[in-house]
Every structure is written in C-alpha cells, then in structure tokens.
C-alpha cells in the first residue's frame, strides 16, 4: 500500500489479507503512520505481518529479495485479476485514496491489472479493489509459509487470544527451572 491514510481502509484491507491466506503487508508511510481501524478488522491485525517503510525504495528492495514482480494497480492496466494467477509472485501495489501509487513506486511496477467496472462508475474503494485481486490472485496457491512460521503465527495467535497468558508462560518457566514439566 502507498502512503494508506484512512484507518478503515487500513483495517479493511488487512482485514482481506487475513480473509484471502496473505500473511505479510507492505507499507510505504509517506506522510503518516498506517492505522487500522480495529473495529474493521475485527481481530485480522493479530495474524497479519505489517512491514512499514519510509520510501518505495526500501520496500522494493526487500519485496524484491523474496522474488516478487510489483503489478500496479490501474484502471487502463493490461492485465485482468484472473491474469494474477500466473503471475508466479505478484506484490500488488495499491495506492493512496487520494492521489494513487506515487511517480516512484509506479516506475518499479513491470506490469499494472485492472479491476473491471460494467455499471457507471469508474473505480472502488481501494479496499474493495484490494479484496477483489486478491480473490483472483490467491485460488490455487499452495502457500509459502514454512512449518517453523506457521507455528510462530499459531503461538502468537494464541498468547494474544488467551487471558493472562503471560502470566502462564512465566509459571510454566518457572516450573520448568525448578525441575517441573517442560514445555515445547
């Protein structure tokens, strides 16, 4: 996402990532912080990784070390969401309400999709746009979380699901110090 800056949007489109299996959102806070609105993403903020960045720069560097092509988002893009699928790694770049993807982060874009309008209107919102490719994109992927990760995730969803649950890690370490059961 480029410079997000309504926490509802931010709360619905981790809300999607959640919804769709997409673990990690790249942000790039130009002007402000990402806020999420929580009482739209109804609980998704727990599970979902959320990178912040200062510059496209730096998100692309690290999108790019793990192997992802930048698609823009564009109503004139050449490429359909079903198009997505093919697309081996596909970091969708969504842009700001206001003024879209940034000059800077446009030019690293190699290819742009577009969400196809058939009433009179000429966009959606972009959490509606995000929610849209992503359900294009995502039928057919096996996922690329490894064991290790996807325990981690189940952990923290659990420590923050679980009343008092730091208070029971630090009685289970204790025990375990003084001889008692160990824990995994």
Same mark, same amino acid.
């Given at each position: 996402?480029?410079?997000?800056? &309504? ?5 619905? /489109? ?7 299996? /997409? ?12 806020? +999420? ?10 599970? /979902?990784?959320?990178?912040?960045? $200062? !510059?496209?720069? $730096?998100? =692309?560097?690290?999108? *790019? ?8 988002? &564009? ?22 309400? *206001? ?23 000429? !966009? ?10 992503? =359900?294009?994109? /995502?039928?057919?992927?096996?996922? &690329? ?5 996807? *325990?981690?995730?189940? =952990?923290?969803?659990?420590? !923050?699901?679980?009343? *008092?649950?730091?208070? +029971?890690?630090?009685? @289970?370490?204790?025990?375990?110090? @003084? ?6």
């Amino acid at each position: 996402m480029d410079a997000p800056h &309504d926490p509802h949007n931010g709360g619905a /489109v981790v809300r999607s990532c959640d919804a769709f299996g /997409v673990q990690r959102l790249h942000v790039i806070e130009r002007y402000e912080s990402f806020l +999420v609105a929580r009482s739209v993403a109804t609980g998704s903020e727990k599970w /979902v990784d959320v990178f912040r960045y $200062e !510059s496209a720069a $730096e998100a =692309a560097d690290e999108l *790019r070390k793990r192997g992802h092509e930048f698609i823009a988002t &564009d109503p004139d893009g050449e490429l359909w969401p079903d198009d997505l699928r093919r697309v081996a790694r596909p970091a969708l770049v969504i842009g700001n309400e *206001r003024q879209g993807i940034a000059a800077d982060l446009r030019a690293l874009c190699t290819r742009a999709v577009r969400v196809p309008m058939r009433g009179f209107t000429d !966009s959606v919102n972009l959490s509606v746009c995000t929610a849209i490719l992503l =359900a294009a994109a /995502v039928p057919g992927r096996p996922g &690329d979380l490894p064991e290790s990760e996807r *325990r981690r995730l189940y =952990a923290r969803g659990l420590f !923050s699901t679980t009343p *008092r649950a730091a208070e +029971v890690l630090l009685e @289970a370490a204790g025990r375990e110090g @003084a001889g008692g059961m160990r824990y995994p």
